[in-house]
């Protein structure tokens, strides 16, 4: 999935600007896994384990505002922190979120 795409363009003023990219609330649940980082962890290695696409990073990182940087790719390790299992629903709300206004 490439999430770059749904980035729009406005002009204002004759300038061009790029919209922001909203990302939907991940409410928790019972399916959720629960792993503990290890040294070398990082969220696209992890989406490419969990989800089979590695560009699907940024679900693991929204599901853990406060635990997981948003700056960084790598986990310090010793962190627990939680996976969704399901990706197509959070990737659907995305959709409807960025998407969904054109």
Known sequence: MNRLKSIGIKTRNRKRMYTNLKYPQIPLSATDL???????????????????????????????????????????????????????????SYNQLNLGNR
């Open 34 to 92: 629960y792993v503990v980082s290890t040294i070398g962890d990082r969220l696209d290695i992890l989406a490419n384990d969990f989800y089979k696409d590695k560009t699907l990073w940024w679900i693991i990182a929204v599901a853990n505002p406060g635990i997981i940087k948003g700056d960084s790719w790598f986990i310090k390790p010793g962190i627990r922190f939680r996976i969704p299992p399901n990706a197509e629903p959070i990737i659907n």
